[in-house]
């Protein structure tokens, strides 16, 4: 079992992507807004000596192509790959509940999931009642969290929250009203996995705002809350930027650039360049 000086692994997932994705998409008054600006997706798998963590669960493929990204690896196949069995996981942290974060609640079928009570509140509140904010989101996904709910399978829990031993989530809001990030122990030291808090190291490097936003001053004042829990700037990594895949080793054994290792420092020795 997991004890007090536990590090963990860290293994990013790039699971899909969007080629043609533009900067005047990503970035509230971009001076440039039909130059490129590809975006990845991710989400992660922790493991320590006995214990795995599934973090986000990836997209579905229907709803990935309704949204205009294309799926290039599963995230069920991959943490297969890892030799981690679906069926076995028990912890999974839910970041927020976009489309692109819920897409394969059902392969974890005996897991217990953790997600900010403040984005239930959201997801669930009148808030939804307008197409912009409630645009990231699928109905039949938040009525399975509910499920989840009433069968004893989902923790709402506040702001701070400890899920394992050097594994804890922090409230930061600004892209949605429950946007949290993740804190782990690796033998390099603290990493943060930004998850939407931050969608590129652009947006941590100037300072901006992504142009999804439920709260502009809170996903601003987010990326110094990022610092203050990272043990720095190289130890930060964001959901979607195509930089990941460049700067992190690959997992071992884990051919096709798909898997990679945050607990690992960066090839280039800094993930801001």
């Known amino acids: 079992m997991a004890g007090s000086d536990t590090l963990w692994e860290i293994h990013a997932i790039r699971y899909g992507t969007n080629q043609s994705r533009t900067r005047g998409e990503n970035f509230i008054l971009e001076k440039r807004p039909t130059e490129a600006m590809p975006m990845d997706f991710y989400c992660w798998v922790l493991r320590a000596p006995g214990q ?9 493929p229907e709803k990935a192509a309704r949204h205009g990204h294309t799926i290039e690896h599963s ?70 969290l509910v499920h989840l709910l009433h069968s004893d399978r989902l923790t709402l829990h506040g702001r701070d929250q400890d899920i394992a031993e050097g594994v804890s989530v922090h409230w930061v809001g600004g892209h949605c009203a429950g946007q949290e990030i993740v804190r782990v122990r690796t033998a390099r030291g603290w990493v943060v996995l930004a998850s939407d808090a931050l969608h590129y190291y652009e947006e941590y490097e100037r300072g ?17 809350r990022i610092r203050n829990l990272a043990d720095g700037d190289d130890h930060v990594v964001p959901a979607h930027d195509p930089r990941i895949a460049r700067i992190y080793p690959g997992s071992a054994g884990q051919p096709g650039g798909s898997l990679f290792r945050l607990d690992l420092p960066p090839l280039s020795g800094s993930a801001a360049s």
């Open 52 to 60: 795995v963590i599934v973090v986000d669960t990836g997209m579905d």
């Open 75 to 144: 995230p069920v196949q991959a943490w297969r790959s890892l030799g981690i069995d679906p069926v076995l996981v028990e912890t999974v942290i839910l970041t927020h509940a976009h489309y692109d974060h819920l897409g394969h609640l059902d392969a974890l079928e005996n897991a217990h999931f953790y997600m900010q009570a403040e984005e239930m509140d959201y997801v669930t509140g009148p808030w939804m009642q307008r197409p912009w904010f409630r645009r990231a989101y699928e109905a039949d996904e938040i009525a399975r």
């Open 208 to 224: 901006i705002p992504f142009s999804v936003a439920f709260n502009l001053s809170d996903m601003i004042a987010g990326h110094e």
